[in-house]
């Protein structure tokens, strides 16, 4: 029996990190590790409503995702983060989000050396 892993490359639009953040926001799974397939599920059927075309993303790709997110965030890599969005509006937003998202993970010690930790 051979095993092929599938990698999976998904472009994030910048409504599709908008719908990630505020559903993290939304339903913290840095405080219950158990929401994320919800989040997920959650995610995914936003995508498709302006994205049908889009294949589900998978738990882990928008952990990862988001953690890169992050990242740019903290590091305060603005210039990344424009590249990703359209406008001042969108670009405030996306921040704001971010930023509420970093301090949900603080708040439940997942910082390790000044970088984002979530588990898989």
């Known amino acids: 029996m ?4 599938r990698l999976q490359v998904v472009f994030f639009y910048p409504d599709m990190d908008i719908a990630l953040l505020k ?3 939304a339903q913290n799974p840095f405080r219950n590790t158990g929401k ?3 989040v997920t599920d959650v995610v995914n059927a936003t995508i498709q409503q302006t994205h049908p075309s889009t ?3 998978l738990e882990r790709t928008l952990k990862e995702h988001l953690t890169t ?4 965030f903290e590091q305060d890599n ?3 983060l424009k590249k990703c969005v359209t406008g001042m509006t969108c670009f405030w937003l996306l921040s704001v989000l971010v930023s509420i998202v970093l301090d949900c ?3 439940h010690g997942l910082y390790l050396t000044g970088q984002v930790q979530m588990s898989t």
């Open 55 to 57: 294949p589900d993303i």
């Open 36 to 38: 994320w397939p919800e």
């Open 78 to 80: 603005n210039a990344s």
């Open 69 to 72: 997110l992050l990242k740019h």
């Open 23 to 25: 559903e993290v926001v």
């Open 2 to 5: 051979t095993c092929i892993l």
């Open 105 to 107: 993970v603080a708040e």
